[in-house]
């Protein structure tokens, strides 16, 4: 069985910063694809950043360009997320998610149980 654990959650004020783990464990995590979510009260679940099983290829939302970092330590089997210059609009539940690392996109089957990140004004 999969299980994704987050943390590193809590309370900030703006710009100030957070860093986000999870910790992967049933399946072999070099060769999982991780990405970050969060869902805001009232709205959907939007993709944050992704990263591919070696850490070359990463993506981002225009949201947080430039300001947030997703990388891994395959030898740790966890992946991380640096929040920099938080904003009050940043403030969600963030979840971390895996799928098999593929060239072709496929939907992503494991997910983390989440973990609150507030940015106060």
């Known amino acids: 069985q999969v299980q994704l654990v987050e943390s590193g959650g809590g309370l900030v004020q703006a710009g100030g910063s957070l860093r986000l783990s999870c910790v992967v464990s049933?399946?072999?995590?070099?060769?999982?694809?991780m990405g970050w979510f969060r869902q805001a009260p009232g709205k959907e679940r939007d993709l944050v950043a992704t990263?591919?099983?070696?850490?070359?290829?990463?993506y981002y939302a225009d949201s947080v360009k430039g300001r947030f970092t997703i990388s891994r330590d395959n030898a740790k089997n966890t992946v991380y997320l640096q929040m920099n210059s938080l904003r009050p609009e940043d403030t969600a539940v963030y979840y971390c998610?895996?799928?098999?690392?593929?060239?072709?996109?496929?939907?992503?089957?494991?997910w983390g149980q989440g973990t609150q990140v507030t940015v106060s004004s």
């Open positions: 998610a895996g799928r098999p690392d593929s060239p072709v996109a496929t939907p992503w089957d494991y």
């Open positions: 049933g399946r072999t995590f070099s060769t999982t694809a």
């Open positions: 990263i591919n099983w070696s850490g070359g290829r990463t």
